[in-house]
RNA sequence: GGUCCCAUAGCUCAGCUGGAUAGAGCAACAGAUUUCUAAUCUGUAGGUCAUAGGUUCGAAUCCUAUUGGGAUCACCA
């Protein structure tokens, strides 16, 4: 449309010998109810033009249908100037910018962007949470590099810590050598129960320690679970043999369990950190961060930042005991990625919990210079809630990724099932179908809404798949895929004698029109949700279309070739659309 | 208490850098299938865009304050 833009510049500076920016004219899609496809906003200019908004848009709109062939209309209404473009311009852009193979394929542009996103726990399984954060940055990703970015996807795993020793030593205790061979137990779950195992246990010495008299602060630190947990992670800093085993062990089932759900939910990694490698990092930017005066030494040895300029607090960066904190493992990792890859932007999906440590993070890398520092971005999203509060692991209250990826595959079946479709299908066929299905409902459920917006998820409310959703979409798809079918070979020369094309049909190819600019849009934005509404609006205008107007049955063969050409276009967009949220479309459904 | 995020129809959400009468889906009601997949389509009904000011030719959108909700401010990660 950048044609428009130019040719308005023009006409103003023709009209009313006035320079302006290609910027200040607002171009938008003219609405419904209008007639045209592009409006041009003329309040702007009834300063230069000294004339009523009405006016200026007739004066403008006669100019530019004289400059360009392509327009082969305008009206103004109350200042806006709607312009009609000739069916010829809109056909050709089916041909010619549309069907091309490298339609919405941007040319490689050079920078190179990592996305670190699910950045799981080992201590227990994956859950709701961890479902958005997972299709988040995998999405994200995905339109990075349709986008036209080098993409690195990461996972850094956070193996250690109390919590990992919280599991251990519960199973060790409590376990009786059980394991997800003999328990039959995927093995995330396993140790998962055990996480739990060690929390009801933690509280019921809490319990008798108040009851003995303590208070509460005193018994969660005097608890023997509690000391017996941190006595087993200095064990394990310090490499005892047999806390190491064990960890590994159990870690080991985790990691089974988890490339089980990253299976089923599509999504894959480049390169994996762990921090059991990296918790030590970044003892040496501490040196860098006081020789450079960013960072002070206080009195009792630990080291900090005053960022109170920039309108935070101090932060500590290294304890007085001379170890690092998750701020400095943080810096450190930063600093191995960006040596690893040389990347010119970093983005970490991270909850919104944790806005805080990554402000400061960024503002401390900054300061010290870091290459790549001005390319960190925290893609912050809402947490996912249930009606009755925040998810717990700890206490069991959570919608478990596994158990909900299964219940939606299982309402799939249902659904497909009653509609009697799949009769013909094989057993393998069928389970790849509700597979699809099930799995496109939830991720589409997830990514339609704005990343940072939190999210109400009710266990008992079913996910829809109708309406606004990824099996409306899906359907769509496979609706286009049994027309295409049906008419077999086609023949692009038969189309080339429609000329005239109906409202539907010219409303449809304008929606296709606008998929380059939904990607760069969402790739700006990191925001998916922008490429899951711009699909939805798609597949509707379809529809719309598809009711409206008889393809394989149309008048004549020039408009049955055109609408088949259209239906392919169409179908092929919402395909890679949906590719870009990581949702696969069905042939049939 | 400081800081950050959020608030649009009964419910779940769109609304791009300010632009026309604020749009979808679900739920409710009424219709459409001798015709390419009815998981579809059409229509009806549903709004003080949290509130109050301000900037502007023009504000759901920008600014300020207030209210409500959430998060965060550990020598935890």
């Known amino acids: 449309m950048d044609f ?44 230069f033009s000294k004339k009523s908004p009405e006016q200026t848009g007739v004066e403008i709109g006669t100019f530019i249908q ?17 312009i009609s473009l000739a069916d010829d311009y809109w056909i050709t852009q089916l041909y010619h910018t549309i069907l091309p193979a490298d339609f919405a394929s941007f040319k490689p542009n050079g920078a190179k962007v990592m996305v670190e996103y699910s950045s799981p726990n ?7 949470g961890h479902i958005r954060n997972n299709l988040l940055g995998f999405s994200v990703a995905e339109i990075l ?9 990461t996972n850094l795993v956070n193996d250690r810590g109390i919590h990992i020793c919280k599991s251990m030593l519960a199973w060790q205790r409590f376990g009786n050598g059980e394991t997800p061979e003999s328990s039959g137990l995927k093995g995330d779950h396993l140790v998962g129960k055990y996480y739990v195992l060690f929390d009801k246990e933690y509280k019921k010495q809490i319990e008798e320690l108040k009851a003995a008299g303590q208070t509460e602060d005193d018994a969660k630190k005097n608890a023997l679970l509690i000391k017996e947990a941190q006595q087993m992670l200095q064990q394990w800093e310090a490499g005892d043999e047999e806390v190491l085993s064990l960890w590994k062990t159990m870690n080991r089932w985790v990691y089974t369990g988890f490339a089980e ?92 919990e944790q806005d805080y440590h990554f402000k400061v993070l960024f503002t401390i890398l900054k300061k010290l210079g870091k290459q790549g520092s001005e390319g960190l971005f925290h893609l912050s999203y809402g947490m996912v809630d249930l009606p009755s509060g925040k998810m717990k692991s700890r206490e069991g209250t959570v919608v478990d990724a596994d158990d909900l990826m299964a219940e939606m595959q299982q309402t799939a079946k249902v659904q497909t099932d009653a509609t009697g479709k799949v009769d013909g299908f ?13 799995m496109g409902a939830l991720k589409y459920f997830l990514l339609k809404v704005d990343p940072k917006k939190r999210l109400l998820f009710d266990p008992n409310e079913s996910v829809d798949f109708q309406g606004h959703t990824g099996p409306f979409i899906q359907y769509t798809h496979a609706r286009i895929r049994s027309v295409l079918n049906r008419a077999g070979l086609l023949d692009i ?97």
Request: charged share 25%; proline share 3%; aromatic share 10%.
């Open 145 to 153: 590099a349709a986008a036209g970015y080098e993409v690195i996807k």
């Open 261 to 352: 759900t990253y299976k089923e939910l599509g999504v894959t990694f480049d390169k994996f950190y762990y921090e059991s490698d990296t918790y030590l990092l970044g003892k040496d930017i501490i040196e860098e961060g006081l020789a450079k005066g960013v960072f002070f030494r206080k009195d009792d040895n630990s080291v900090w930042i005053d960022l109170t300029e920039e309108g935070l607090d101090e932060k500590l960066v290294l304890r007085s005991d001379g170890t690092s904190v998750y701020m400095t493992q943080d810096m450190g990792t930063a600093q191995l990625k960006y040596n690893d890859f040389h990347m010119d932007r970093s983005i970490y999906v991270v909850g919104n």
């Open 122 to 128: 080992t201590n227990k399984p994956l859950h709701l």
């Open 493 to 589: 020369a038969g189309a080339a004698a429609y000329d005239q094309l109906a409202p539907e049909e010219r409303d449809l190819i304008v929606a296709l029109t606008q998929f380059p600019e939904a990607i760069k849009l969402a790739a700006d934005t990191y925001s998916p949700a922008i490429i899951a509404n711009y699909v939805y609006e798609l597949a509707k205008t379809f529809n719309k279309f598809y009711h409206e107007k008889s393809i394989l049955q149309a008048e004549d063969e020039a408009s049955k070739q055109f609408r088949l050409q259209l239906s392919a276009a169409s179908g092929k967009v919402i395909n890679k659309g949906m590719k870009l949220l990581g949702i696969e479309v069905p042939e049939r459904m």
């Open 426 to 438: 094989s057993e393998e066929e069928k389970l790849h179908l509700y597979h699809i299905i099930g």
């Open 66 to 82: 004289n400059e360009l062939k392509e327009v082969s209309g305008f009206n103004v209404i109350k200042g806006f100037l709607n």
């Open 4 to 47: 428009i833009v130019e040719a308005a510049v023009k006409a103003i500076k023709h009209l009313y010998d006035t320079d302006v920016a290609p910027g200040d004219v607002n171009l938008q899609e003219t609405r419904k109810e209008f007639e045209g496809q592009v409006t041009v906003v003329t309040f702007p200019f009834t300063r």
